[in-house]
């Protein structure tokens, strides 16, 4: 593998559009959204660069209007699997051995045809399949994706440039850094573009070949990322583009010998069944497969007495209810100082009741609907058990409906027990539990939310206080891997705020940054002696 140090200048991230009514950019991409909206897309398989049909079919609907067909993709059986691994290892000598500068090239070029031409369909995409509003679809799909095809080359090139040890006059000393020794297996999530993107080409322009496993509630989007990379030079086979069954996929996968490595992101159980399957077939195995994997969370904002009431309201309505509360990081447990909540509690209501639900193409909607009917019943059973429950009140909301798309209105549940269920489990949709606590018990209520939760992803404390708030640091250390102070828990900018938690949310590799790229390296020191011992004698014995 040739790492020349190439050095990139550091990227500036890609400034978002504003979309302003009236505005040409406005015009343009629902343009694009009626065009999308007006059409079905066949959707095949892209294994090897050749675009495979099984005949064995699904729909893709939009979340807010099912009955509205966007087009139709094949689902990939166990040959197909097969030759996704085959068409990856054919494609791996080749890829790895191009100077790594080369690789970067078709990351740094996608990011300048989502930057320009292709933002609008990947916009559209976003906003069709996945129910995006316009600012959300922007923020993933257009800057976020771009972000990352522009901060993972010069990250690359920080660690070729700083990875060379020290010399001596004897000896010429340097560290090759090789991508691994087989194909890395990607599992990407339906709620960010953004992740899908990352997941393959991370590993990508670091050398490494692909097969991916994309989510079938987000494969409008992903379909059109995977022809942005053909445009862009990505070679045949390096990234093969499979949809269908998880469990057929990983059945296969996990089993081949030169499987290398898991990026995941997704659910915390499907995260644990996978690497129990890997510890499984760890005699099978070449190397050691490398596993990074972000997964939930149950994410939290923590009051002091001293916090804003008009930024701490603000924060708690748009970190739990933006795109549907289906982020990571979204915000979805409280914890409130009594003396604060009787404000901040009438805050909340005035700042939900202005959300509008609806398509997520009409600019006046805040929000869309949850991905699909799993999660709409997942969701919906714990705001009608909240409502039976005499340990709960419902602040605001809680309505839903399913019959034209997936709506949940936007849900507070004031809960007396700070380890009601809501408290606790995720539940990944717009559902916001708050607990009320005695001002005198602020580090007791800290230690019971650091307590509380299995998952350890994204938290806040809000406080104009600097000795609660370092105080709230030190306790919530490890209660989450994006840790804010008077701001939501979500929005972590690439080459910003390196993202990801530890706990049951993930390995904590932090996407975005040098420690999630040095997962898909593996480093060979090198070492050549200009004076190698001619005989067997040290200096310390006699003659």
């Given at each position: 593998?040739?790492?020349?140090?190439?050095?990139?200048?550091?990227?500036v991230?890609?400034?978002?559009?504003?979309?302003?009514?009236?505005?040409?950019?406005?015009?343009?991409?629902?343009?694009?959204?009626?065009?999308?909206?007006?059409?079905?897309?066949?959707?095949?398989?892209?294994?090897?660069?050749?675009?495979?049909?099984?005949?064995?079919?699904?729909?893709?609907?939009?979340?807010?209007?099912?009955?509205?067909?966007?087009g139709?993709?094949?689902?990939?059986?166990?040959?197909?699997?097969e030759?996704?691994?085959?068409?990856?290892?054919?494609?791996?000598?080749?890829?790895?051995?191009?100077?790594?500068?080369e690789?970067?090239?078709?990351?740094?070029?996608?990011?300048?045809?989502?930057?320009?031409?292709?933002?609008?369909?990947?916009?559209?995409?976003?906003?069709?399949g996945?129910?995006?509003?316009?600012?959300?679809?922007?923020?993933?799909s257009?800057c976020?994706?771009?972000?990352f095809?522009?901060?993972?080359?010069?990250?690359?090139?920080?660690?070729?440039?700083?990875?060379?040890?020290?010399?001596?006059?004897?000896?010429?000393?340097?560290?090759?850094?090789?991508?691994?020794?087989?194909?890395?297996?990607?599992?990407?999530?339906?709620?960010?573009?953004?992740?899908?993107?990352?997941?393959n080409?991370?590993?990508?322009?670091?050398?490494?070949?692909?097969?991916?496993?994309?989510?079938?509630?987000s494969?409008?989007?992903?379909?059109?990322?995977?022809?942005i990379?053909?445009?862009?030079g990505?070679?045949?086979?390096?990234?093969?583009?499979?949809?269908?069954?998880?469990?057929?996929?990983?059945?296969?996968?996990?089993?081949?010998?030169?499987?290398?490595?898991?990026?995941?992101?997704?659910?915390?159980?499907?995260?644990?069944?996978?690497?129990?399957?890997?510890?499984?077939?760890?005699?099978?195995?070449?190397?050691?497969?490398?596993?990074?994997?972000?997964?939930?969370?149950k994410?939290?904002?923590f009051?002091?007495?001293?916090?804003?009431?008009?930024?701490?309201?603000?924060?708690?309505?748009?970190?739990?209810?933006?795109?549907?509360?289906?982020?990571?990081?979204?915000?979805?447990r409280?914890?409130?100082?009594?003396?604060?909540?009787?404000?901040?509690?009438d805050?909340?209501?005035?700042?939900?009741?202005?959300?509008?639900?609806?398509?997520?193409?009409?600019?006046?909607?805040?929000?869309?609907?949850?991905?699909?009917?799993?999660?709409?019943?997942?969701?919906?059973?714990y705001?009608?058990?909240?409502?039976?429950?005499?340990?709960?009140?419902?602040?605001?909301?809680?309505g839903?409906?399913?019959?034209?798309?997936?709506?949940?209105?936007?849900?507070?549940?004031?809960?007396?027990?700070?380890?009601?269920?809501?408290?606790?489990?995720?539940?990944?949709?717009?559902?916001?539990?708050?607990?009320?606590?005695?001002?005198?018990?602020?580090?007791?209520t800290?230690k019971?939310?650091?307590?509380?939760?299995?998952?350890?992803?994204?938290?806040?404390?809000?406080?104009?206080?600097?000795?609660?708030?370092?105080?709230?640091?030190?306790?919530?250390?490890?209660?989450?891997?994006?840790?804010?102070?008077?701001?939501?828990?979500?929005?972590?900018?690439?080459?910003?705020?390196?993202?990801?938690?530890?706990?049951?949310?993930?390995?904590?590799?932090?996407?975005?940054?040098?420690?999630?790229l040095?997962?898909?390296?593996?480093?060979?020191?090198?070492?050549?002696?200009?004076?190698?011992?001619a005989?067997?004698?040290f200096?310390?014995?006699p003659?």
């Amino acid at each position: 593998m040739n790492n020349s140090v190439f050095k990139l200048e550091r990227p500036v991230n890609e400034p978002p559009r504003e979309y302003r009514p009236g505005s040409e950019e406005v015009r343009a991409l629902l343009g694009e959204v009626k065009r999308q909206s007006s059409i079905e897309v066949e959707i095949p398989l892209i294994i090897g660069g050749k675009e495979i049909r099984t005949g064995n079919v699904a729909d893709v609907v939009m979340p807010h209007d099912h009955r509205h067909k966007l087009g139709f993709f094949h689902k990939v059986g166990e040959k197909e699997v097969e030759m996704a691994i085959e068409a990856a290892m054919a494609a791996r000598e080749e890829w790895a051995s191009l100077p790594w500068e080369e690789r970067a090239s078709v990351s740094l070029k996608a990011a300048d045809l989502i930057s320009t031409k292709r933002r609008d369909l990947l916009n559209a995409a976003t906003i069709l399949g996945q129910s995006k509003n316009i600012w959300q679809a922007e923020i993933d799909s257009a800057c976020e994706v771009a972000d990352f095809l522009r901060f993972n080359p010069f990250n690359a090139s920080e660690i070729f440039s700083a990875s060379q040890p020290a010399q001596s006059c004897q000896t010429l000393n340097r560290v090759e850094m090789r991508p691994l020794e087989g194909f890395v297996y990607t599992v990407t999530p339906f709620n960010f573009t953004a992740i899908a993107c990352n997941l393959n080409m991370a590993p990508a322009i670091l050398g490494n070949v692909t097969v991916w496993k994309p989510a079938t509630t987000s494969i409008l989007s992903s379909y059109y990322l995977m022809q942005i990379y053909r445009e862009a030079g990505l070679p045949d086979g390096v990234i093969n583009f499979i949809p269908g069954s998880g469990e057929l996929i990983s059945r296969i996968v996990l089993k081949h010998r030169y499987f290398a490595g898991l990026h995941f992101t997704g659910s915390n159980d499907t995260f644990n069944t996978l690497w129990r399957e890997i510890s499984d077939n760890l005699a099978n195995y070449r190397s050691y497969p490398r596993i990074a994997g972000e997964t939930g969370g149950k994410d939290f904002i923590f009051a002091h007495a001293s916090a804003d009431t008009d930024e701490l309201a603000s924060a708690i309505v748009l970190g739990a209810f933006e795109y549907q509360g289906q982020k990571c990081s979204a915000s979805s447990r409280s914890y409130i100082p009594r003396s604060l909540w009787p404000e901040v509690r009438d805050k909340i209501t005035e700042r939900v009741a202005r959300i509008k639900t609806g398509d997520p193409a009409d600019p006046k909607n805040l929000m869309g609907a949850v991905i699909d009917e799993k999660s709409f019943d997942f969701i919906v059973s714990y705001i009608e058990e909240a409502k039976r429950s005499p340990d709960v009140e419902v602040i605001t909301g809680g309505g839903h409906d399913k019959s034209k798309g997936y709506f949940i209105e936007p849900a507070v549940l004031l809960c007396r027990d700070p380890r009601y269920a809501t408290m606790e489990t995720e539940l990944f949709g717009p559902v916001m539990s708050v607990y009320v606590y005695n001002d005198d018990k602020f580090e007791e209520t800290l230690k019971i939310c650091d307590e509380t939760s299995v998952y350890g992803l994204t938290g806040a404390i809000f406080s104009r206080d600097k000795y609660a708030s370092v105080k709230a640091s030190e306790i919530l250390k490890y209660a989450a891997g994006n840790f804010y102070i008077n701001d939501k828990t979500t929005g972590a900018m690439v080459g910003q705020q390196p993202f990801g938690g530890s706990r049951a949310s993930g390995t904590n590799d932090k996407v975005g940054s040098v420690f999630n790229l040095m997962r898909w390296l593996t480093p060979r020191a090198i070492k050549e002696n200009y004076q190698p011992p001619a005989d067997v004698d040290f200096p310390h014995m006699p003659k």
